[in-house]
């Protein structure tokens, strides 16, 4: 398989992302009253939906760039690809769970296990592409040592863990893992503007 498997690739998952964010608005019910006082309630939801935005953005732009410098796909790529899009596909049941119940244990903790799974499904993604590339990946020099991509995982099972102890203290890492990833990663364009030189 080659580009046109790639073309698909993309097409779908940006597809599966628009109607995930799409979801997720649409779990944000309109308040009865009309007054600035209604919207109160609401506000657990909206920051829950805000985070989420943020994270699915997040993965749609590092998606992007990831399938921007391979140049194959394989069975194992797309079934890879596949399994990222299950992990993202539950970020709108659970942003709402956890905004519903304005950021209780249970539903915080099930969220961070939802970023968890995103982000290990999202690392096996980027090892496919790699293993489907060869030796002479553009995507493995890139990427190349990443710490953003060890620390993630760990604030987000101290989420977990301190969910039952603190629910606060979970929120804010998953805000802070979230803000590591917002700073744009420079390694790909790098790459590529090397190769066009």
Known sequence: MGNMGKGRLEAFSDGVIAIIITIMVLEMKV?????????RP???????????????????????????????????????????????SLFPFTTGWMGENHFAAWPSALYGGVLLM??????????????V????????????????????????????????WRPGI????????ALLWLVPDRRIEHVLNRGAQ
């Open 42 to 88: 609401l506000l657990p939801v909206f920051l829950s939906y805000v985070l989420s935005f943020v994270y699915v953005g997040i993965y749609w732009n590092n998606h992007h760039h990831m399938l921007h410098v391979s140049t194959k796909v394989s069975g194992a790529v797309l079934w890879a690809n596949l399994h990222l899009l299950f992990w993202l």
């Open 31 to 39: 308040p009865h009253g009309e007054s600035l006082e209604s919207l």
């Open 133 to 164: 590339e060869g030796p002479g990946s553009l995507l493995k020099s890139a990427v190349g040592n990443n710490w953003k991509e060890r620390i993630s995982p760990l604030l987000y099972l101290l989420g977990i863990a301190s969910t039952f």
């Open 118 to 131: 995103a982000a290990c499904a999202y690392w096996l993604l980027q090892r496919a592409l790699i293993a």
């Open 170 to 177: 979970a929120q804010l890492l998953y805000v802070v893992a």
